[in-house]
């Protein structure tokens, strides 16, 4: 941080893309802490953990699955976890909040989901029989232990919660947008 502080635009971070979730938890980061460093993107999690291995970045903000193998094999080092608390999976490492003074005030933990999605107009007992069977399923201890193999935490809840998630995540990550001035379109070469 201090180093980033005092040099700023020096440092890059490579991500899975422009206005993906590893690009927004970067942003909310730089915002949070007001270090300027420079994103880079890349086409895929698996390429940027390729330019962070190679050299091409100073950081990869990542998703867990993404980069799991690689900390568990020494390859490369996590520094922090956006994560309001300290993840099973890295118990020795620290999230932001406890590595970085800015963190204390603003919160710069990310919690990225996967959810179950079906067309606009699917019949409700439809709905909520995929519901119910995702309920059921990530009770299942062995369904609850492949998805922490990777580094997740397997959560169900109702229809409507899910909804609710969508909404405010819709929400936060406008403003980290506006603020970032991100956009999908590319720049004319």
């Known amino acids: 941080m201090a180093y980033a502080k005092a040099?700023?635009?020096?440092l890059n971070f490579g991500t899975s893309g422009i206005g993906a979730t590893p690009h927004l938890a970067g942003e909310l980061f730089k915002s949070v802490t007001k270090i300027n460093i420079v994103h880079v993107p890349y086409k895929g999690g698996g390429p940027a953990l390729i330019g962070l291995l190679g050299g091409e970045v100073d950081i990869q903000v990542t998703n867990l699955p993404t980069v799991l193998p690689q900390i568990?094999?020494?390859?490369?080092r996590a520094l922090a976890v956006l994560h309001s608390e300290r993840l099973p999976s890295l118990p020795n490492v620290p999230t932001a909040k406890e590595s970085v003074d800015a963190c204390e005030v603003t919160s710069c933990a990310v919690t990225?989901?996967?959810g179950i999605l079906t067309s606009a107009g699917t019949p409700r007992d439809i709905i909520n029989?995929?519901?119910?069977?995702w309920v059921r399923s990530a009770a299942m201890p062995n369904t609850r232990v492949q998805i922490q193999k990777v580094g997740l935490d397997p959560l169900a809840g109702t229809p409507a919660q899910f909804s609710e998630l969508i909404e405010a995540e819709t929400v936060r990550w406008a403003k980290i947008i506006k603020?970032?001035?991100?956009?999908?379109?590319?720049?004319?070469?």
């Open 72 to 76: 568990e094999a020494g390859k490369v």
């Open 112 to 114: 990225g989901w996967y």
């Open 179 to 189: 603020g970032a001035n991100i956009s999908l379109d590319k720049p004319d070469k």
């Open 129 to 133: 029989r995929l519901n119910a069977e």
């Open 7 to 10: 040099n700023p635009g020096k």
